[in-house]
């Protein structure tokens, strides 16, 4: 299915997720690190395009510091133009492309300054790293090539992300500093390694 260029990154500028920012405390949060995790995924490789299920993060040394289920039902704008994953799992925006595709596939996902969230590893994602996100259909690997804050609202400007690229991935979160929530998004933006 092809979508109008702008329309998977416009959204971005909205990714000022519901709960962004503060939630219940569960108490003092440490900030996000690199310890590893066990990895949950194999390198099956992919058949065809499907909806991704599960994500991981790595160094470039190769140990996983992240490995998170994806919400099974995708994120989709409210009628304010939000996305808001329903719980703390990362969720697959489903107006982005599928892994696979030949459009740019957008995650979405909460960052919290009092709680703990999956997506709050992003902070920690460095230029090298590969994000590895799996579907029904295998698992598609991806080469971080930059991160950083992005002003919420700047990509309805004219912004390179706005165009589709066949194996790009974008991870987004509302970004948290300091343990402060500011008036930014946080991304991630990597593209597939092809062998």
Same mark, same amino acid.
């Given at each position: 299915?092809?979508?109008?260029? !702008?329309?998977?990154?416009?959204?971005? %500028?909205?990714?000022?997720?519901?709960?962004?920012?503060?939630?219940?405390?569960?108490?003092?949060?440490?900030?996000?690190?690199?310890?590893?995790?066990?990895?949950?995924?194999?390198?099956?490789?992919?058949?065809?395009?499907?909806?991704?299920?599960?994500?991981?993060? +790595?160094?470039?040394?190769?140990?996983?510091?992240?490995?998170?289920?994806?919400?099974?039902?995708?994120?989709?704008?409210?009628?304010? %133009?939000?996305?808001?994953?329903?719980?703390?799992?990362?969720?697959?925006?489903?107006?982005?492309?599928?892994?696979?595709?030949?459009?740019?596939?957008?995650?979405?996902?909460?960052?919290?300054?009092?709680?703990?969230?999956?997506?709050?590893?992003?902070?920690?994602?460095?230029?090298?790293?590969?994000?590895?996100?799996?579907?029904?259909?295998?698992?598609?690997?991806?080469?971080?090539?930059?991160? !950083?804050?992005?002003?919420?609202? %700047?990509?309805?400007?004219?912004?390179?992300? +706005?165009?589709?690229?066949?194996?790009?991935?974008?991870?987004?979160?509302?970004?948290?500093?300091? !343990? +402060?929530?500011?008036?930014?998004?946080?991304?991630?933006? %990597?593209?597939?390694?092809?062998?």
């Amino acid at each position: 299915m092809i979508r109008p260029a !702008g329309a998977t990154l416009a959204a971005l %500028a909205f990714v000022g997720l519901v709960g962004c920012g503060t939630s219940e405390s569960t108490g003092p949060v440490a900030p996000p690190d690199r310890s590893p995790v066990a990895s949950q995924l194999t390198a099956a490789p992919p058949s065809e395009p499907a909806p991704p299920t599960y994500l991981e993060l +790595r160094g470039a040394d190769g140990a996983t510091y992240l490995s998170t289920s994806l919400h099974p039902d995708p994120v989709v704008r409210d009628a304010d %133009a939000v996305l808001n994953p329903v719980d703390e799992r990362p969720a697959w925006w489903g107006e982005s492309g599928l892994p696979g595709s030949a459009e740019t596939v957008v995650v979405a996902g909460h960052n919290y300054s009092q709680s703990a969230a999956p997506f709050r590893a992003l902070r920690v994602v460095q230029a090298g790293d590969l994000a590895l996100l799996a579907t029904p259909a295998g698992t598609h690997t991806y080469r971080v090539e930059s991160v !950083g804050p992005v002003a919420k609202g %700047a990509l309805l400007s004219d912004n390179a992300l +706005r165009a589709q690229v066949p194996g790009r991935l974008v991870l987004a979160n509302c970004d948290v500093r300091d !343990g +402060r929530p500011t008036d930014d998004n946080y991304l991630v933006v %990597a593209q597939a390694v092809v062998d």
